[in-house]
């Protein structure tokens, strides 16, 4: 698939086929990762590819229980209210169970740490959909990030002592067969010229 079109046709997949992504496609989505522009070429992104289906178990159930434990107010962002509402119910996946997870943490007293961690996620998903695959960035994992339980069981993975995760993102084979490639209408992201 040609870049425009991949990055044009790149739209969030919610709903994922169990089947693990091949090696080789996995190889590509990292390789866009690692090569994505970082402040002063910095390169301190982290990424752990979590395909152990245990540990994405593990860790969608703390995620759930450190929702859970939260308190629901009203004026919180419309995203969080849902994963604390929706964990608080209970069976909450906040990766939609993707087959995989691959979480990008940075260091946590880099100013460009959001940054480069997006240039990486982006450059993953575009990816993903030239390879047919669906993904979705997770936020979770960001919102949780000086929560001990968590922070605590990433470090058993190999989160370092200064790091924190900045995004994550979901990849796998979308449960309809083809990713959800939905021309959008923009609502929002204003041009102005100056000429
Ligand atoms: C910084 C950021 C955080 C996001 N967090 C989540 C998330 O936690 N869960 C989710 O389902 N989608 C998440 N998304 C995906 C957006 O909801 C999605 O990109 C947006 O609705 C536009 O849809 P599209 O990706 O299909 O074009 C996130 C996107 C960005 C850029």
């Known amino acids: 698939m040609e870049a425009i079109e991949a990055i044009l046709t790149r739209r969030s997949t919610r709903d994922y086929?169990?089947?693990?992504?091949?090696?080789e496609k996995l190889d590509v989505i990292l390789d866009a990762a690692r090569q994505a522009p970082s402040g002063g070429n910095n390169q301190t992104n982290h990424f752990f590819v979590i395909r152990n289906q245990t540990v994405l178990r593990e860790l969608i159930e703390l995620v759930e229980t450190a929702f859970a434990q939260m308190e629901l107010a009203e004026d919180l962002y419309s995203?969080?209210?849902?994963?604390i509402a929706a964990s608080k119910k209970g069976g909450y996946a906040f990766c939609y169970n993707a087959p995989m997870l691959i979480v990008v943490a940075n260091r946590k007293d880099y100013g460009n740490n959001m940054a480069d961690c997006a240039c990486a996620i982006e450059n993953m998903m575009v990816a993903a959909n030239a390879l047919g695959l669906g993904s979705c960035w997770i936020n979770q994992l960001k919102w949780l990030n000086e929560t001990p339980q968590v922070t605590d069981y990433l470090s058993t993975l190999g989160l370092k002592e200064d790091e924190r995760v900045?995004?994550?993102?979901?990849i796998g084979y979308p449960a309809s067969g083809l990713p959800n490639r939905k021309l959008m209408k923009q609502k929002g992201n204003e041009v102005t010229f100056i000429d």
Request: hydrophobic share 25%; charged share 25%; no cysteine.
């Open 17 to 23: 086929k169990p089947d693990g992504v091949e090696q």
């Open 166 to 170: 900045y995004g994550s993102v979901a």
């Open 79 to 83: 995203s969080l209210k849902h994963s």
